[in-house]
């Protein structure tokens, strides 16, 4: 039965087994780290599918199908990291070519465009997507990418994924998602009319914080040669014990998932309610401003809320962080433990501060991953850190 049907599974059932088979040569039922770096050839070019590692490597194989299945995709290519992945999207362009991105979106992902790929000739504009008719304004015959993360980081805003991807379509555009926040147990962007997706696998999918790696998705068999070439010319490629790693943690993704979003909702209704504390971010609330297109285009709403503190004080912001006793105070998010991060000084620091400010990033802005704890505990943490 394995492997091969996987289009018909439920999501927790290809978590477990797409492109999954028990190793041919032993049955072992974990698929094995295949440390190696070549291959025998019995003849010069004669081989099993398999000559360097650089290009290809069972372990990895193995994952790269797993999460093709799970974003409903046809082909996954893993990457040493998060960063590596969207560096191979890019390198898809040319000098003079024009990108549209979010503006509200990874610092990491803002600092490769403008302080590496603009020194190369291509031209980002980072817009507002969460009302997508802005793209239209800045579509030109030098557009080829537009480039969303949804939600958004760390403000939790929606972009309208079909929306998005009709205008694409319509003007001949790639259509790229970081679909990190989401992970693909919450949205599917291909579904939508996306073109490549994106993941930190760092983050959800291998979700215990013990790896970095980063995948792209993609239906379209040019886009995949053409991405495989890439990375293959680039080299970032990931090793077997971490791709093993990953395997193991995709298995209890839909699990973990449930928890994350159940906890998330007890959390951001608990600080909705804290008189100390302001705007909550959280697509799961009916007055987000974009609650009806999360619905349409998110199976849940997840475990990622940021909010700020009524008098917007850092230094009020700072004590709370120092004070939280599980919610450990770290970059990164998606592990099975809470976190809680400064975006100002953390991850969106290499973002200037009127940018920050356009996208409503304030100083006491504080981001928190809900891990899968139990949820008195979480909630006893945050009465104690924020105060009364
Ligand atoms: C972490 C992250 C990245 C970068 O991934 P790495 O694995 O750290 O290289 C990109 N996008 C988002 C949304 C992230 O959270």
Not at 110 to 124: S, W
Not at 154 to 171: C, N, T
Not at 217 to 222: F, I, L, R, S
């Amino acid at each position: 039965m394995h492997n091969d049907k996987f289009e018909n599974m439920k999501f927790g059932t290809k978590a477990i087994h797409a492109g999954i088979k028990p190793d041919p040569s032993t049955g072992a039922i974990m698929t094995p780290v295949f440390q190696t770096s070549t291959y025998a050839q019995s003849a010069p070019g004669n081989h099993k599918g398999y000559e360097y590692s650089r290009t290809h490597n069972p372990t990895r194989d193995a994952l790269q199908k797993n999460l093709a299945a799970l974003e409903n995709g046809k082909h996954g290519i893993c990457f040493s990291s998060g960063m590596a992945a969207i560096d191979c999207i890019i390198k898809l362009l040319n000098p003079g070519d024009e990108v549209i991105s979010a503006n509200d979106l990874y610092g990491g992902s803002y600092r490769i465009f403008t302080k590496i790929f603009a020194n190369y000739g291509i031209k980002f504009h980072f817009i507002d997507m969460s009302d997508i008719q802005n793209i239209e304004n800045y579509v030109n015959e030098k557009t080829r990418l537009i480039w969303a993360e949804t939600p958004t980081n760390p403000m939790m805003h929606i972009i309208d994924l079909r929306g998005a991807s009709e205008i694409a379509k319509k003007h001949g555009i790639l259509f790229g998602v970081d679909n990190t926040f989401a992970s693909p147990y919450l949205q599917t962007p291909l579904d939508f009319g996306a073109d490549i997706i994106m993941h930190s696998v760092t983050k959800y999918i291998a979700g215990h914080s013990d790896v970095v790696m980063g995948a792209l998705v993609v239906n379209d068999d040019e886009l995949h040669e053409k991405l495989s070439f890439l990375q293959n010319s680039s080299g970032g490629v990931p090793g077997p014990q971490d791709c093993f790693l990953v395997l193991r943690g995709i298995k209890t993704l839909h699990l973990r998932m449930q928890r994350h979003c159940e906890n998330g909702k007890k959390v951001a209704e608990l600080l909705k309610s804290h008189p100390k504390v302001g705007e909550v971010y959280w697509p799961g609330f009916p007055s987000h401003q974009n609650h009806d297109i999360a619905k349409q285009q998110m199976r849940d709403f997840g475990g990622m809320i940021s909010f700020c503190l009524k008098d917007d004080n850092i230094e009020e912001a700072f004590r709370i962080l120092e004070n939280f006793k599980f919610f450990t105070l770290a970059e990164s998010l998606g592990g099975v433990e809470s976190l809680c991060g400064h975006p100002a000084s953390m991850t969106h620091a290499s973002i200037p501060k009127e940018e920050r400010e356009k996208v409503g990033l304030k100083d006491s802005l504080i981001r928190l991953s809900v891990g899968i704890e139990d949820i008195e505990d979480l909630i006893w943490d945050l009465n104690q850190a924020i105060g009364r």
